[in-house]
Each structure stands twice: as structure tokens, then as C-alpha cells.
């Protein structure tokens, strides 16, 4: 019997602005998963959030992509949004793009993460969730984990992990995807995952065609052909026995680098890893945050969680992520804060455009400005002379 790990997410509306899941909402979304839990259609859940999105972690035996377990979510996620429209939250039902559900949430505006594994005997797993970032934000922590030996000493060590990993990158512009070996298209890799908005690691395998890892990719703002909100991501990540430690899965994650996201989707800024607690962006909505969450899956049961990032070894990194948040908001609108026109979420560049349009000119064209002398500058001039 398969194990299927399904990790679902989704934007129904935030208390004050952007930055958190209302816990009447969790509730709500609980309630169902507990229903569906009796009835036998998942065998367990839990419910979280980072920032404002609201996670649904389940686990059952139906495999990937399941119309049972995606109409189960879609229902807990609209159980949860109809509390949000009566307290009258921020966005509410923001993700909720179709009335109607069509049995796959995929494209629909929730994203889902979704592995089905043959369970070992003890199945260490880690959820990691991302707000006011996109699901690029994981292409160089994967990269570190699964081919970096600098950061995995098993890619050295571990006569099990040696053979290296198979990444499978998507081009999410063109909806398709190429498999490339690690360590032999090291490069071939980098060549494309160093562009994170186009070139999105979605799955990992072991070389024996088990699979490690698994991120939601999905671009919102081009399904609904118009920005309804970043396509914060999720992931599943095995750990330990011939996969990465738990350790070295989360050992990326002490640099803090630069994702798109925050304020607006419309900024570079570091990724920060902390515990749930404080999964609450607030500062410029942000900046962007990272959870990582630790359970044994058993019998298609969840042991845990434990909140991985609740450790004061992760300190210096949260206060890198400050010092670089202070030193990027310093540039204001300018790039590379603000992101390529290309990237940004919001724009009124469109706009400005048309109203100048008469205005451009040849450079050489280009008259010196005549400007009005004020009286009061003339007056100051007379008073000189
Ligand atoms: C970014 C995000 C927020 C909002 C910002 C403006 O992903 O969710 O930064 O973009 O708070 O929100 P609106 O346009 O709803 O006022
Ligand atoms: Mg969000």
C-alpha cells in the first residue's frame, strides 16, 4: 500500500492587511479535514499557515492529483472563506478563482505539492511553506541540498547518496520540463535554475527513480491572466537513510538569500526562516518567510509536527535577513529592489507610458526646457546684482 502525501495551499483572506490566517479560518478548515478524516477519505491532516496563506498537510492512499482530495481541500479552503467574507477579512477568498469545481485544483488558484511513496520503515519528511515569494524561491536551497557537497557531506560520505540526483526543472512560461543529472549537468542546471522566475526545480529523484522532493508550481498571475496574488509555494522534502539529513535539508536555509516577492510581489528581499510563530510578514509585508515543519509518516498517519526552524541556530540568519532588509529598502523604487517591469505584479508603468508618449523625442531633438523664472527666484537674482 501507497502512502500520498498531499500539501495544499491557499490565500482565503488575512486579519489586517496580508500577513496571517485568522484562527477562526484554520478552524473552519479543520473542521472539514476532521469529517473527511472519519469518513476514510484522508487518513490524517494538519492544518497551519505562513503568513496569509492557510496549509492543508494530508495524508492518505488515493495518490497524486486525487479528485477526492482536491475537492476535500477546495472545500475546507471555501468552509474557511466563507468565515473570512463574515468576519470580514482582508482578500477574503483571494485564491478562490472558479465558482465551480472541476475535480483538480490545479490552475484554479489553491497550489499543491503531492507525493505518493512506498513508506521505509521509519519515513522522516520535512513541509516547507513560503509566503510573499514564488515557488523559484526553492530552486537554490534544492540545489544545495541535493548537489551541493559544500552543504550535503552524504553527497561525499554516504555510499547512498554518491550516485547523486535527478532535477526536474519546468519552464513555466513554456509548460514544459527537462530532466537534468547532478553531478554530471551541474552546470547545464545552474544554467537554468539561476533564473528562478522561468526555471522552476519541481521535483527531485534519487537515481534509483525515488522520489525526494516535491515543490507546487504553479503561476497564478498567468492562469487568471491578471495578478491575483503570488504564487507562494510549498514543498516536501524526504529526509535521512539515503536521502539528505534533516540537517543538511535545512542547512540552506541559513542564508538568507534573495527571493522575488514581498511588498506588492514586486521586490527582491531575503528569505527568512522562522517558526510558525512568527510566520507573520509585517514589516514592508514582509520581508518574504519560510516555515519547515518535521513529521514521521507512519501508516499513512502524521507523527509531529516539530516546528524545525524554532532553533536559536537559525538566530543569525533572521538577523542577516534584517540587516539585508534594511540595507535593499534603502534603494525605495529603484532595481534590483523593485523587480524588472517584466516581474512586477503591479504596475503603472503602462500608464506613465501612454501620458509621456508625446513627450519622447529623438535625444537629439530634445529642446532645452524654457522654465518659467518664479518672482520670487527673480527677485533673489536682482537682490545679487
Ligand atoms: C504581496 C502581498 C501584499 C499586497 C499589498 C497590497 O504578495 O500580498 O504585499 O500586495 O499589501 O495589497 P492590496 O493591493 O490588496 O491593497
Ligand atoms: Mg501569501
Same mark, same amino acid.
Request: a negative charge; glycine letters at 8%.
Given at each position: 500500500?501507497?502512502?500520498?502525501?498531499?500539501?495544499?495551499?491557499?490565500?482565503?483572506?488575512?486579519?489586517?492587511?496580508?500577513?496571517?490566517?485568522?484562527?477562526?479560518?484554520?478552524?473552519?478548515?479543520?473542521?472539514?479535514?476532521?469529517?473527511?478524516?472519519?469518513?476514510?477519505?484522508?487518513?490524517?491532516?494538519?492544518?497551519?499557515?505562513?503568513?496569509?496563506?492557510?496549509?492543508?498537510?494530508?495524508?492518505?492512499?488515493?495518490?497524486?492529483?486525487?479528485?477526492?482530495?482536491?475537492?476535500?481541500?477546495?472545500?475546507?479552503? $471555501?468552509? %474557511? /472563506?466563507? *468565515?473570512?467574507? +463574515?468576519?470580514?477579512?482582508?482578500? &477574503? !477568498?483571494?485564491?478562490?478563482?472558479? #465558482?465551480?469545481?472541476?475535480?483538480?485544483?490545479?490552475?484554479?488558484?489553491?497550489?499543491?505539492?503531492?507525493?505518493?511513496?512506498?513508506?521505509?520503515?521509519?519515513?522522516?519528511?520535512?513541509?516547507?511553506?513560503?509566503?510573499?515569494?514564488?515557488?523559484?524561491?526553492?530552486?537554490?536551497?534544492?540545489?544545495?541540498?541535493?548537489?551541493?557537497?559544500?552543504?550535503?557531506?552524504?553527497?561525499?560520505?554516504?555510499?547512498?547518496?554518491?550516485?547523486?540526483?535527478?532535477?526536474?526543472?519546468?519552464?513555466?512560461?513554456?509548460?514544459?520540463?527537462?530532466?537534468?543529472?547532478?553531478?554530471?549537468?551541474?552546470?547545464?542546471?545552474?544554467?537554468?535554475?539561476?533564473?528562478?522566475?522561468?526555471?522552476?526545480?519541481?521535483?527531485?529523484?534519487?537515481?534509483?527513480? $525515488?522520489? %525526494? /522532493?516535491? *515543490?507546487?508550481? +504553479?503561476?497564478?498571475?498567468?492562469? &487568471? !491572466?491578471?495578478?491575483?496574488?503570488? #504564487?507562494?509555494?510549498?514543498?516536501?522534502?524526504?529526509?535521512?537513510s539515503g536521502f539528505p539529513a534533516v540537517g543538511e535539508v535545512l542547512e540552506p536555509f541559513t542564508f538568507p538569500h534573495l527571493v522575488a516577492g514581498w511588498m506588492r510581489g514586486s521586490h527582491n528581499g531575503p528569505l527568512m526562516p522562522v517558526p510558525v510563530r512568527d510566520a507573520r510578514p509585517t514589516r514592508f509585508d514582509g520581508p518574504p518567510r519560510v516555515i519547515a515543519l518535521g513529521f514521521q509518516v507512519k501508516n499513512a498517519?502524521?507523527?509531529?509536527?516539530?516546528?524545525?526552524?524554532?532553533?536559536?541556530?537559525?538566530?543569525?540568519?533572521?538577523?542577516?535577513?534584517?540587516?539585508?532588509?534594511?540595507?535593499?529598502?534603502?534603494?525605495?523604487?529603484?532595481?534590483?529592489?523593485?523587480?524588472?517591469?517584466?516581474?512586477?505584479?503591479?504596475?503603472?508603468?503602462?500608464?506613465?507610458?501612454?501620458?509621456?508618449?508625446?513627450?519622447?523625442?529623438?535625444?537629439?531633438?530634445?529642446?532645452?526646457?524654457?522654465?518659467?523664472?518664479?518672482?520670487?527666484?527673480?527677485?533673489?537674482?536682482?537682490?545679487?546684482?
Amino acid at each position: 500500500q501507497k502512502t500520498t502525501i498531499s500539501v495544499i495551499k491557499a490565500d482565503i483572506g488575512s486579519l489586517a492587511g496580508h500577513h496571517t490566517v485568522h484562527p477562526d479560518c484554520m478552524a473552519a478548515a479543520s473542521r472539514v479535514l476532521a469529517e473527511a478524516k472519519k469518513n476514510g477519505v484522508i487518513n490524517d491532516f494538519y492544518v497551519t499557515h505562513v503568513g496569509d496563506d492557510l496549509i492543508l498537510i494530508m495524508t492518505h492512499t488515493k495518490g497524486v492529483d486525487h479528485p477526492d482530495v482536491h475537492g476535500l481541500a477546495w472545500e475546507a479552503f $471555501k468552509k %474557511a /472563506a466563507e *468565515v473570512a467574507k +463574515e468576519l470580514g477579512l482582508y482578500a &477574503a !477568498g483571494q485564491d478562490l478563482l472558479s #465558482d465551480a469545481f472541476s475535480g483538480n485544483v490545479r490552475g484554479l488558484g489553491p497550489a499543491a505539492a503531492e507525493m505518493e511513496i512506498e513508506e521505509r520503515p521509519s519515513e522522516p519528511i520535512v513541509i516547507f511553506a513560503a509566503d510573499k515569494t514564488e515557488p523559484g524561491a526553492f530552486n537554490l536551497p534544492l540545489y544545495k541540498i541535493f548537489a551541493d557537497p559544500f552543504n550535503t557531506a552524504g553527497l561525499v560520505i554516504d555510499p547512498r547518496l554518491h550516485d547523486g540526483f535527478v532535477f526536474e526543472v519546468v519552464d513555466v512560461f513554456e509548460d514544459k520540463g527537462v530532466h537534468l543529472n547532478t553531478p554530471e549537468e551541474l552546470y547545464d542546471l545552474l544554467a537554468l535554475i539561476g533564473t528562478p522566475s522561468r526555471y522552476v526545480i519541481r521535483r527531485v529523484f534519487r537515481k534509483d527513480g $525515488k522520489i %525526494a /522532493a516535491v *515543490v507546487s508550481v +504553479e503561476r497564478l498571475n498567468l492562469i &487568471a !491572466g491578471k495578478y491575483v496574488g503570488k #504564487d507562494d509555494p510549498v514543498m516536501i522534502v524526504r529526509a535521512q537513510s539515503g536521502f539528505p539529513a534533516v540537517g543538511e535539508v535545512l542547512e540552506p536555509f541559513t542564508f538568507p538569500h534573495l527571493v522575488a516577492g514581498w511588498m506588492r510581489g514586486s521586490h527582491n528581499g531575503p528569505l527568512m526562516p522562522v517558526p510558525v510563530r512568527d510566520a507573520r510578514p509585517t514589516r514592508f509585508d514582509g520581508p518574504p518567510r519560510v516555515i519547515a515543519l518535521g513529521f514521521q509518516v507512519k501508516n499513512a498517519k502524521l507523527v509531529g509536527p516539530s516546528d524545525l526552524f524554532d532553533d536559536p541556530a537559525f538566530d543569525e540568519a533572521r538577523r542577516t535577513a534584517n540587516k539585508v532588509a534594511d540595507y535593499i529598502r534603502r534603494h525605495g523604487p529603484f532595481m534590483p529592489h523593485r523587480l524588472d517591469p517584466s516581474e512586477m505584479e503591479y504596475t503603472t508603468l503602462p500608464q506613465v507610458l501612454e501620458r509621456l508618449k508625446d513627450r519622447f523625442k529623438p535625444v537629439k531633438d530634445l529642446p532645452v526646457p524654457k522654465v518659467k523664472h518664479s518672482e520670487m527666484l527673480s527677485g533673489a537674482e536682482e537682490a545679487h546684482d
